[in-house]
């Protein structure tokens, strides 16, 4: 898919929707969707392809893309909020939802899905109680599929929280998890 091209605002100009003078008024906003939104349309919108580096930074500052933030978006770079949900909607990275504290993240490529994945991802979906896109009901782990983690000699593997592990299997990603909780204990005492 390819992203929709945006013709930003020249600098000073009021634009279709607004321009200048709407998007420094988001910056000033009390609302942390709308302020983030701003801030990075501002640093990427007279780039080309800015559409993606303002979402991945949204995300990077909120840990999500909430709803808010899209009219902000497309106001900044004359599209459409169709267009910014349907690019947010598109790419799996992307979320409308916070993650939870860890997010767990299972290769499903399939040099992985030769040595084991589903089985892993069978054992993780069944260990967390919930699906691929989703948070456990506490909100310690957001279960995500991903598309190769450049492991393929040592299949299957998983990241969490950014740290790749190879060769794992059920019990190995039992122990994972577990150290994970219980470094977050610990954070908290």
């Known amino acids: 898919m390819s992203t929709p091209q945006a013709t930003p605002n020249p600098p000073g100009s009021a634009g ?13 906003s009390s609302m942390p969707a709308v302020k ?17 580096p303002i979402l991945h930074d949204v995300q990077d500052q909120l840990g999500c893309i909430p709803a808010d933030a899209v009219p902000t978006i497309a106001e900044a770079l004359n599209l459409s909020r169709a267009e ?3 690019v947010v909607s598109f790419y799996p990275h992307f979320r409308t ?3 939870g504290r860890h997010v767990l993240e299972v290769c499903r490529a399939e040099s992985c899905q030769a040595m084991g994945a589903e089985r892993l991802a069978d054992h ?6 919930c699906d691929f896109h989703h948070t ?15 492991l393929c000699a040592q299949s299957p593997a998983v990241m969490l929280d950014g740290k790749p592990h190879a060769r794992v299997t059920p019990d ?6 577990d150290r994970a909780m219980q470094h977050a204990q610990e954070a908290k005492a």
């Open 16 to 28: 279709a929707r607004g321009g200048e003078s709407a998007l420094s008024a988001a910056r000033q």
């Open 97 to 99: 939802e916070p993650a």
């Open 36 to 52: 983030a939104a701003a801030q990075a349309a501002t640093q990427w919108r007279g780039q080309p392809g800015a559409l993606l």
């Open 136 to 150: 456990t009901s506490d909100g310690a782990v957001t279960l995500e599929p991903v598309y190769c983690l450049g």
């Open 124 to 129: 993780a979906r069944q260990t967390l109680g």
């Open 84 to 86: 910014v949900h349907g």
């Open 172 to 177: 190995k990603l039992d122990r994972i998890l």
